[in-house]
């Protein structure tokens, strides 16, 4: 790969070639909000009304103190609305404050340079553009810019990040958006030949995510993603490991996408793609293409623009129109249909997608509100989490949920203070959180098996996009592989889970797992009979941000586990 350069408007564009938690014979979910508090059993004699009358008096503040103070007043203001009892009129007016989100100080400057902590002693550089009206007390859209590459070095990435500002700036003078332009200095090329570049996870988008919300007035229902050559390619990738954090996304001079799993998890995502039919910094003309008959075939949001004698470039010109047709889109917090598919893209989906959670990344689900029921297809999980809300269907009524064909919840639900404030804080998002969470036992796993077989692809993908092949090319090369021969045992019964086992049959001395060994689990994964879990684990050790998995195993007899680094010794 040769790192080429574009004109564009007179600047240098660098571009790749080529709860409280109710249960129904169900358990408590067990993933728990980041910011999660314990909250030590009250000893006061103050009754809950009491209590109640107390905070009611400013309860703007005291939520926004549970979600957003300082730790002490954080414990203290989540005590006092956990243990209050309030009626339905009180806990909207508790919703809505949440909604009301924090308040924002006037900012010191309208551009700037944002340093942005990752973690691991890594720190981002977001340039950053406010519109020249700004007011803390409004909320604005936010456009985050990504550039091409991967670049060479630092110096390249600020010139880049730079650049993308100005552009985007120009675009959004009149039309009052923030824009958010990455310095990508996690993308730098190597040097080796062939490429080898470390990509921009969603861990680290969701980071510099975080940083604006905390500082900006920030529209959550409108945040989009855009990018030119590489940039664009993580911003479809973000958007389908993660389209409940997005509107929309606006990739341009993109490879596109193929493959049929990770199209139809943008099915709540607007797309706008602007392409050159002589672009020869990607594989194939077909990839963009390709993502945009597939959107068109699913009836989703896209709008595709192909210039017949244009190539691999920036067409800054036409950022106004695709801003005007996004800015009708915003996102729609609680969608009525949601479908998460696992996919064999670099960034793994998260489990949750908007108001439902599977446990298991190999889960595959769609689920549908119809009145106050919900139908959900499920295949490849033992649990799912409901994450509810009265802007999803009517809390004062019975809700109904029937999994593969079977129901496994019809009563009312209670909605919880504690369950609306921990949302929103782990997700650090004030429209999206719910207040019902409730897990049930997924049945009829054959039945879900069945539904997930319908939706084989009917055509196969193309082949891997250059920007991703040389990624997972590096990542091949820098961690360990498992060393070990597996075989799925286990006898399949069409009454309980069809779990199985993996059995180590030949292993090298310098694994940690020892032949006879029985897998029950990686990282929480089960295997399953007919979902490729072996595939699967092979693939997980490639593409999981952990610096290390742990497989559940039993060995002589006795259940232990064992920890699998995911870096090379030298």
């Excluded at 939520?63 to 309030?86: C, D, I, N, P, Y």
């Excluded at 493959?259 to 392409?275: D, G, K, M, P, Y």
């Excluded at 595709?304 to 889109?329: C, D, I």
């Amino acid at each position: 790969m040769i790192l080429l350069q574009a004109i564009c408007l007179n600047a240098v564009f660098l571009f790749y070639p080529h709860p409280i938690d109710q249960t129904t014979k169900c358990k408590a979910s067990t993933s728990k909000p980041t910011d999660e508090l314990i909250i030590a059993k009250t000893t006061t004699k103050q009754s809950s009304e009491s209590i109640e009358h107390t905070i009611l008096d400013d309860l703007e503040a005291t939520v926004r103190s549970a979600l957003w103070g300082k730790s002490s007043e954080k414990q203290t203001a989540r005590r006092k609305l956990f243990h209050a009892k309030f009626s339905v009129e009180k806990m909207q007016r508790i919703e809505r404050s949440i909604r009301n989100g924090r308040k924002y100080p006037k900012p010191k400057q309208l551009q700037l340079v944002l340093p942005v902590e990752l973690g691991d002693g890594k720190t981002l550089n977001v340039h950053l553009n406010l519109p020249a009206n700004y007011n803390p007390k409004k909320s604005y859209p936010l456009m985050v810019a990504m550039g091409g590459g991967p670049v060479p070095n630092i110096r390249m990435a600020k010139q880049q990040a730079g650049m993308m500002l100005r552009l985007w700036k120009n675009s959004t003078v009149d039309s009052g958006w923030i824009v958010a332009s990455i310095e990508d200095s996690i993308s730098l090329a190597t040097g080796q030949s062939p490429l080898r570049y470390h990509i921009l996870t969603s861990e680290y988008f969701r980071k510099i995510l975080d940083a604006l919300i905390a500082r900006y007035s920030i529209d959550q229902n409108r945040i989009h993603a855009t990018g030119i050559s590489l940039g664009s390619n993580y911003s479809i990738a973000y958007a389908a490991a993660h389209p409940d954090w997005f509107a929309g996304v606006f990739p341009v001079s993109t490879e596109g996408e193929s493959r049929e799993f990770v199209i139809r998890n943008l099915r709540t995502v607007s797309v706008a793609i602007l392409e050159g039919a002589k672009d020869r910094n990607i594989r194939t003309i077909q990839g963009p293409r390709r993502l945009a008959e597939m959107m068109k075939q699913f009836q989703y949001r896209v709008q595709y623009r192909e210039f017949a004698n244009r190539g691999h470039e920036g067409f800054t010109g036409k950022y106004r129109e695709v801003l005007k047709w996004l800015s009708q889109k915003p996102r729609n917090p609680f969608p009525k249909e949601v479908i998460r598919l696992p996919h064999s893209g670099i960034l793994l989906p998260d489990r949750r997608f908007f108001w439902l959670e599977a446990d298991t990344q190999q889960a595959a689900f769609h689920a549908r509100v119809l009145g106050n029921k919900i139908e959900v297809e499920a295949a490849h999980a033992r649990k799912l989490t409901f994450y509810l809300s009265d802007r999803l269907l009517n809390l004062d009524r019975a809700v109904t949920i029937r999994v593969n064909g079977k129901q496994v919840l019809h009563r009312k639900l209670a909605r919880s203070v504690q369950v609306a404030i921990e949302d929103a804080a782990h997700l650090n998002d004030t429209e999206r959180f719910s207040t019902v969470r409730i897990t049930v036992d997924v049945p009829n796993l054959n039945v879900g098996e069945k539904w997930r077989k319908s939706l084989s692809p009917q055509k196969p993908p193309g082949r891997l996009a250059y920007w991703e092949m040389f990624a997972m090319q590096t990542l091949k090369q820098e961690r360990p592989s498992i060393s070990a021969k597996i075989t799925i045992e286990g006898e399949q019964s069409k009454t309980t889970q069809p779990l199985a086992m993996g059995k180590v049959i030949e292993v090298s001395t310098d694994s940690p797992l020892k032949k006879g060994d029985r897998i029950l689990e990686f990282d929480g994964e089960p295997f399953f009979f007919n979902a490729h879990s072996l595939e699967f684990l092979n693939s997980y050790l490639m593409r999981t941000p952990k610096t290390e998995v742990r497989f559940r195993i039993i060995r002589n007899g006795t259940e232990t586990t064992v920890k699998f680094p995911l870096k090379k010794t030298e």
